[in-house]
Nanobody, 123 residues
Framework: QGRLVESGGGSVQAGGSLRLSCTAS????????WGWFRQTPGEEREGVAAFGTSGGYKYYPDSVKGRFTVSPEYPQNTVYLQMDNLKPEDTGVYYC????????????????RGQGTQVTVSS
């Protein structure tokens, strides 16, 4: 059975950086869409990065644009989320997600997700 496993969360001060990793294993089919979303306390799930494997377009919401970068490493079935200039409002649980089709650029709506990793940014 396939699964996505995240790593790299932690605690940083505002202005710091973290890099999250997500590795897929056990799937018998290829994912066409990859991304990350976060769950912050009291807020709805927010997609923070997404891309499709068939093109170069990458989606970022305005809240993270210019600070977050998603990048794939295909031979290893790994996707990274580089997060720079972190802010306290970035605090939350970050989930990797994937799907076989990109019906939406919001990864929180996709079929496959990892267990999540905590990111805490202090002021």
């Amino acid at each position: 059975q396939g699964r996505l496993v995240e790593s790299g969360g932690g605690s940083v001060q505002a202005g710091g950086s973290l890099r999250l990793s997500c590795t897929a294993s056990g799937y018998s089919y290829k994912m066409k869409c990859w991304g990350w979303f976060r769950q912050t306390p009291g807020e709805e799930r927010e997609g923070v990065a997404a891309f499709g494997t068939s093109g170069g377009y990458k989606y970022y919401p305005d809240s993270v644009k210019g600070r977050f970068t998603v990048s794939p490493e295909y031979p290893q079935n790994t996707v990274y989320l580089q997060m720079d200039n972190l802010k306290p409002e970035d605090t939350g649980v970050y989930y990797c997600a994937a799907d076989v089709s990109c019906q939406t650029w919001n990864p929180s709506h996709w079929s496959h997700r990892g267990q999540g990793t905590q990111v805490t940014v202090s002021s």
